[in-house]
């Protein structure tokens, strides 16, 4: 009976391994970058508890590297934590994005020989310490099954609402559906499948923005260390805005399979700075670049707006919400050398 076969064998690793894996082998990049406009105190206290619990995680905490995005915003707080805690140190004089922080930072681990592993944690509280050992698992078990020498492991908020609230969370969504068309084409276009079925399990929404990513030394070292592709955008656009995306897209093209780990967060944010930026921009440049990126044609990203922006419960928030997405649409389009002034309305389907 096909109820009663046995199940063909699969790779196991064991909780043991993946522990020891981070504890002998992994390296954490925290990109620090304390705003003057957010709370101080909350931001300072957050950078500690994460530092350190980072610092709890692997063996040696010099395997835990504070890298600051500009001297003035943080640097101080930075040096105190890493010299208490035995951690590394990276300062990047100018403020330039989270982009450049993190390649500082894993310039930094990967002299270190001994890596098989780096993350990326936000300093926010907010990307647990603990759960590492999951991601390290998954890469593991991932790399074993396939045979793949290169992994990319994402951390799939389990909601995007609870954290980051309607508005960010619509459009998040809408830069991650896009995201993934644009994948797909240039996978099509190229002749490579794009293979997913290690990610399928989160849904049909992958967080490509998350915070909380896992790459293999190889993966790592050609998505950090490597020439920038900067694809013709601004370096806001590059640096500072779309860092999540090049981080992904990047560390794809180099050959990495995408695994998906479900990972925790708080019910609210403790702290954020996307409040500090032009959204209707920050969301169009998370758009703009891995679209350019990846060759994507002005007509494909216009009908990739048209399929998306239906869906989101953003639409139903009237006008105010409508015009958000309406405003991402036409800085995008702008960007793809499209008149938007000449842009038709919104797509409105008549029942749901």
Known sequence: ?????????????????????????????????????????????????????????????????????????????????????????????????????????????????????????????????????????????TATQTGAGRVLVLGQRRSRYRPMGLLRGDLEELTDRVLLDALRYHAAVQGRPLPLAYAALAGDVLDFHSGYKLFDRATASDVFLGEPH?????????????????????????????????????????ISTFGLYDRQELTADMIIWPCKRLGAPAAFVRQWLCDHIPRLLLTTLAPEGEQELQQVRRLVLTAFGEDADALPPLPRPLFV
């Not at 076969?5 to 043991?16: F, K, T």
């Not at 090049?246 to 050959?255: F, I, P, Q």
Request: aromatic residues 6%.
């Open 1 to 141: 009976m096909t109820g009663d076969a046995p199940r063909p064998a699969r790779a196991v690793i064991s909780y043991q391994h993946a522990a020891d894996l981070v504890r002998q082998r992994t390296g954490v990049v925290i990109p620090v970058y304390l705003s003057p406009r957010v709370d101080r105190a909350a931001g300072e206290a957050l950078l500690w508890d994460t530092a350190s619990a980072f610092c709890a995680q692997v063996g040696d905490p010099r395997r835990v590297c504070l890298s600051v995005d500009g001297s003035a915003y943080g640097a101080d707080v930075a040096e105190q934590a890493a010299a208490a805690l035995g951690a590394t140190l990276c300062v990047w004089p100018d403020n330039r994005g989270k982009l450049q922080a993190a390649r500082a930072g894993v310039r930094c681990l990967l002299e270190r020989g001994e890596l098989d592993y780096v993350a990326i944690a936000d300093q926010d509280g907010d990307h647990f310490a603990n759960e590492l050992v999951n991601f390290a698992r998954a890469a593991e078990a």
């Open 230 to 270: 900067q694809a013709g955008v601004s370096d806001d656009c590059y640096w500072r805005h779309a860092c999540e995306a090049v981080m992904t897209v990047e560390a794809l093209l180099a050959g990495a399979v995408l695994s998906v780990v479900t990972r925790s967060t708080f019910n609210e944010q403790p």
